[in-house]
């Protein structure tokens, strides 16, 4: 794919990019036009011109999966329509550049854009100050994270002109909070996903580092934690999750460390150098910050309930797998293992980590990754509005039980269309943004469903692990497992309802396309119809 030259080739602000034989129908391909490259897609007889790099971290989308009137990242997931080049799942904030492709006389030409740079490759779909009516409805979005943002990008990109205060806990903009174990050097203005300039030109007012103390429905009001009381007429809360606690003797020592923040994050990696790290818990964020310090700490030590890594997650076979690269980079493991307690040095701080087998592990550090609570605590004095397990349910529009709430990300329970309406609660950064979209569009009264399929992925040493469907509760096969990677799969009587991949692009992305078609992939069948879309060697 790719590589075709555009030549001069028409007056009038044409450019002959090909002879259209060189596009074949549900296919794209690259063509390269002043000095920059723009992909061509034909589906359904027509031609359609977009920018070639994914907008959230630059991935070429030649090589993601092409479905029916969108684009799949092959990187993270995120979707953009081939039409206009929105962007329609996440993750990231932009959306693609669009062209106009004429097809005359046998080749492929495109009408040069005024006005616009062919190396400019990202457009935003808000633009310049937005006026907010005086008298409007007033929408409280609490919760800075993925799904407060994407709300507020959706409210001002569709047109909506009410008041928007946005409340968030923490004292930070809207940040790209994935980087915090990959990257946790990372400074908190790095990772801003919109500049303070860009919120005052959005109209949202921002309250920052305020915590919600109470949430009172039948006033439609929020306690804050500075005695403030806001009222709302339309509230979304999507404040995320809380990390667990252990729960042991020594959890408040000074070297014991949780990671939520880039405060967190920055702690971590400048108390590292040379030190004994313990890491509590084998799921993703110790698993990542084991891989970002082990060549920087003096020791990684990872101490785990189960017997495998990831196992909750992603199954034993590929835990094993992750696990075994962990180990010939120099990170050991405590497996079977719980924490007894923290043990303090004379003077301060962590001196051990004492397990429940007896054992003490020599530490300096300890990251406590154990796992997330929801942040509801405000709405406890709410009767019967939250699940059991401290969640809210929502239906397919992010509405709550109550008329006037709406909820997204980490702290829902909703049901997911593309899986029989099965309530799922998920901790995922581009499916709490996808909510956060659907959220603000039913707030404007739109009635929107949430029609998506989960994708997540982990980057280990280099290496990035995919995963798109579903896996609870599900039988997993290897399918294939070398040094390029590996292949799993996860079935409920016999159906595929998830892929696990390493080295296998683009088949996370054209799985995830397949089960928003509604196609049903059998497991004798799989391995044959997904491995098709890897690139011809």
Known sequence: MGGVCGTDGQDGGQILLGASDQLQDGTMKEFSVQDNKILLIRQHGKVRGVSNKCTHYGAPLVKGALGDGFITCPWHGACFSTETGDIEDFPGCSSLMSYKIIEEGGNLYLELPKDINLSTTKRERFLGARKVEKESEHVVIVGGGAAGHTAIETFRAEGYKGKVTLVSAEKHLPYDRPKLSKKLDSKPEEMYLRSRDWYEEAGIELKLGTPVAEVQPQDKTLKLSSGEVMTYDKLLYCTGGMPRRLGVAGEELEGVHYLRTPEDANAIAENAEGKNLVVVGGSFIGMEVSASLVKKAGS???????????QSSLGPQVGAILQQIHRDNGVNFEMNSEVESIEEKEGGGVASVKLKSGKVLPADLVLIGAGVLPSTQPFQAVQDFLQPKGVIRVDEF?????????AAGDIVEFPMATYNNELVTIGHWG???????????????????????????????????????????????????????????????????????????????????????????????????????????
């Open 300 to 310: 990684v030590t990872v101490i785990d309930r189960n017997s495998t890594s990831f």
């Open 431 to 537: 499916l709490a943004m996808y909510m956060g979209k659907i959220a603000a569009l039913n707030i404007m009264g739109k009635q929107e469903p949430a029609k998506t399929v989960p994708f997540f992925w982990t980057m280990q040493y280099g290496k990035s692990i995919r995963f798109a469907g579903l896996c609870n509760g599900c039988d997993s096969t290897l399918v294939e497992s070398d040094e390029t990677g590996f292949l799993q799969l996860y079935t409920k009587d016999d159906l595929v309802m998830g892929v696990c991949t390493l080295g296998r692009d683009p088949i996370a992305a054209h799985f995830r396309n397949l089960v928003l078609k509604g196609e049903k992939l059998k497991l004798e069948d799989a391995a044959e119809k997904l491995k098709a879309v890897l690139p011809k060697s």
């Open 398 to 406: 992010m509405q709550s039980s109550d008329p006037n709430i709406w």
